[in-house]
């Protein structure tokens, strides 16, 4: 099998995307394109803190203040296992260019960095427009390392210029079809949860005294499959398309717009079956109302594992340990020992030095060996 396709093949497990040539301009109609700032009157507080977080920050147009990756002298430049292919990040007029250099073809190219795609809290990618179609850079940022690295599914030492971003993954990076030189539809924001909220603020609008929510989906009351569907439509790993990008709203049954989930795909990983993992645990399985907001609030950055933990308590006040070296006090150990860390079998970026792995946290939820959670 040629490096190419391997690299292709690899590919398609990051993205959990199709590759072609296909534009990646989705066609279904979205109504809402920034739905935060038609919430903010009356949601205000709620919009500030979820502006903060990954999800909101897991796309946006390129720039100096969105571009993790350093564009300083000796450290803007990747070199590769091969010494005559390297990437110089630069800035220029008209903004942050990638440039590929190989020598031995006597080629220099400079693409411009488009969009970004991650929040950067473990890493980003980055891509670029070429008329209505959205490529993929070869270069990546990993935070772990802060350093420029071959982005997932590329193989280090050889040039791809060709990878085309399909619309299944703007469609779990983004909350509407991305346009070039458009500013909107960046981020994972209001309606991509609670669908497009038109006819809830003009009747809200009108009626300024009625507090009960009217024409909107609100999650919470959509039941355990329902709600589940919310979130599994970008964190249930790899699945067919039936439907357009950005042709699912929240509410409607998620089985008319992707097939089921890739056999034998239940992975940790960054577009791994997460939701798949957590409803075979015995935790979802003994406890009828638990979603994915049982531990997340989707509204705020949540990042200490300690008050992640306190979840636990719900069902296990007082957990008994055969090891009297653990407490029975929910703490982030709680978290680390029954949802370790693992490295992804996936997203693994070849380097001249080596592979490097990123980790993820698994939601299957469970009693793991010791030496499961080495490396945390």
Known sequence: MSRRLLGLLA???????KVGTAPAVAVAPVKAEDSAASCRPCHGDIVERSAETAH?????PASEETVRGSFAPGRNLL??????LSFLMEKRDGGLFHVSRDSARGLERADRFDVVFGSGRKGQTY???????LLQLQVSWLREADAWMNGPGYTDGVLDLERVVMPRCVECH?????????GKGFGVTCASCHGDGTAHVAWHSAHPGEKAGRDIVHPGKLGQEKALEGCAVCHSGMRSMKSPAFSWHP??????????PAPGRDVVDA???????????????????MTCSTCHDVHQTQRSLDALAASCTGCHAAPKHTDPAISSAPSAGCVECH??????????????????????????IGIYPAAAGQGR
């Open 11 to 17: 590919l398609v497990a990051w993205s959990g995307c």
């Open 56 to 60: 909101a920050h897991t796309s946006a």
């Open 79 to 84: 070199r590769t296992g091969n010494p005559a």
């Open 127 to 133: 891509l670029y427009w070429r008329g209505q179609a």
């Open 174 to 182: 983004a909350s509407a079809p991305l346009k070039p030189g458009d």
């Open 251 to 260: 509410g409607e049954p998620l089985e008319g717009h992707l097939g089921p």
């Open 271 to 289: 577009h791994g079956n997460q939701v798949g993992l957590l409803a075979k645990t015995k935790c979802f399985q003994g406890s009828p109302g």
């Open 339 to 364: 949802m370790p860390n693992v490295p992804s079998g996936l997203i693994r970026l070849q380097t001249p030095a080596g592979v490097v792995a990123q980790k993820y946290r698994s939601h299957a």
